[in-house]
Structure formats: C-alpha cells, structure tokens
C-alpha cells in the first residue's frame, strides 16, 4: 500500500526526515512512533500528498505523490493532528460538505454520512453545532468525515490526543473494526499502549530515522527483558550503594530521579531479594516489559527541543 526507499524531507538546511525506508501491507495497522521532532508527522505529510519529498521514492497505492497527488488523495482519507472541522456547521453539514470535495453523488454522500454517524455514535447529534461538542465528539467526528469515501488507506497522525480514557477506548474499538474490514491504517502516537493495542508493526524514529522495526511484541523481545522491577528508595537511603548492589542482580539497570528500574527474567525472585536484603528500598514493583520501555531506551528520556 505504501512503499519508501531513501526517503528524504529537508527545509531548507534542516533534515526533517533523513533517508528512510520502510513498507506497509495491503490491511495492516502500521505505526510511527518518536518523540516530538522525529520525523513522523513531516512522513505522514508526505504519504498525504499535500507536502512533496524532497529524495528518494515513494510509492501510494502504487502511484508516485509527484505526478498522481490528486488520484492518491480521493483514494485515501486523512485525520490531521489538530480536527479541521467547520465548527459553525452542524454534524451533518461537515459531512455533506466534505463528501462534495470527492466529486460524490449527494444520495451517496447522505448515505455514508448516515452509516459513519451511527458507525462514531454521533446519530444523535447530527443537528448539534460543533463548536459545542466534546473533544472526544469532535475527534469521532473528524474520523467518520475521514471515511466519507470509503478510503483505501486512513492516515491517523496522534488520533486520541487529549482525550479521556473512555473515548480513547471507544476509537480503538472503531479503528479495530476498520482493520477487520480491510482498511489499511497508518497512525502516529505518543501512547506507548496505543501502538501496542492497534499496530501490527511499527517504526520508531529518532532525530530523523528509523532506529528500529517490528512487531510491539517483536520489539519488547529484542530490546527489554520480560519483567520490569521497580524500585523505589526511602528517601534518607544510601542511593549510591543502592544502585551499586541492584547492578549485579538483574540484566540492566536504570537509574531514574525518584526509582531505580531493573529488567529481568525473574521479576518475583529480584523483588524478594531486593525486600529482604536491602534496607532503604521502600517498595518493589514487578511489572510486564512494555513497548513505553523500548522506546525510553531507544530515544532516551531527555527531552529534545
């Protein structure tokens, strides 16, 4: 569905996005995962067709963005970072309106409006104003105006920013079953458990590149150990001779400002030692690896201007 090799994006002396390859199958979820200047939204864009590559190939639906922009975008649909609703229309009129842009008949576009209104459970507010509806309405809504033309591809860039947990849940479940119906999907995420709910392989990029590739669980089993002991410290303890002794117990340790992480195969058997042998640990948590681990140790936890 999509295809890149070499692919490049510069703005004048600054590299947004430096030689990257990477393919996305035919119904697949496929996520973009970095922290904020990585590269992930100027690819995206890219993909779009609405900002042209600066080297390399890329290929959409088997057309070139460069000569076929116009037949790639009827065919593909779109979830910007920010909602671009006209916000002094009715549900219903952002939906007719956006259909008219792909040229569709209007018995066609009233039809899909109703089917993607009930499809984000807006039915009942299809006469309501945007302007006063939730973030999470207007971010369903965004959705639904999305797949007014049944696209080949949906294009999500940070698609539950800001919004409450139950209607992040209730987007997974709609984007799940777009998957199941054939549509293909390409997100961006700053929700480490997001990407691992929905993607089925992923990239995570750093300073412009890709620095790994694969599944969520691919990826946990490549770069973390399968447990996570955390430790936290009273907070008079000797820290120093703390971290000295967690050093020789697990695979790798980590030292953070308010706990110590150990990654481990023996997550219950580490926490017991670590309870009985040292005074001045307060707590020990074991928890699962996660995709949020490999991705701390890939990018790092500094931030980036």
Partial sequence: MVAARGLEKRFGAFTAVDGIDFAIQPGEAFGFLGPNGAGKTSTMRMIACVSPRSGGDLQVLGL?????????????????????????????DN???????????????????????????????????????SGGMKRRLTIARALINRPEILLLDEPTTGLDP???????????????????????????????????????????????????????????????????????ADREAIVADLKKRGDRIEPLADRVLIYTHEGDRIARQVDNDRFGVSAALVRRASLEDVFLILAGRTLED
């Avoid at 963005?65 to 009827?74: A, L, M």
């Fill in 64 to 92: 070139d963005p460069t000569d076929d922009g116009s037949q790639i975008r009827g065919r593909i649909g779109v979830v910007p970072q920010e909602d671009s609703l006209d916000t002094e229309l009715t549900v219903w």
């Fill in 95 to 133: 939906m007719i309106v956006y259909g008219r842009y792909f040229d569709l008949p209007r018995a066609e576009i009233k039809e899909r409006a109703t089917e993607l209104l009930d499809f984000v459970q807006l039915s009942d507010r299809r006469d309501s104003r945007v302007d006063p509806l």
């Fill in 166 to 236: 139950q209607a992040r849940h209730l987007l997974w479940d709609r984007l799940y079953e777009l998957k199941l119906q054939g549509v293909t999907l390409v997100l961006t995420t700053h929700y480490m458990d997001e990407a691992e709910q929905l993607c089925d392989r992923l990239v995570i990029m750093d300073r412009a590149r890709i620095v790994a590739e694969g599944s969520p669980r691919e990826l946990i089993a490549r770069y973390v150990t399968r447990e996570v002991v955390e430790v936290r410290l009273d907070r008079n």
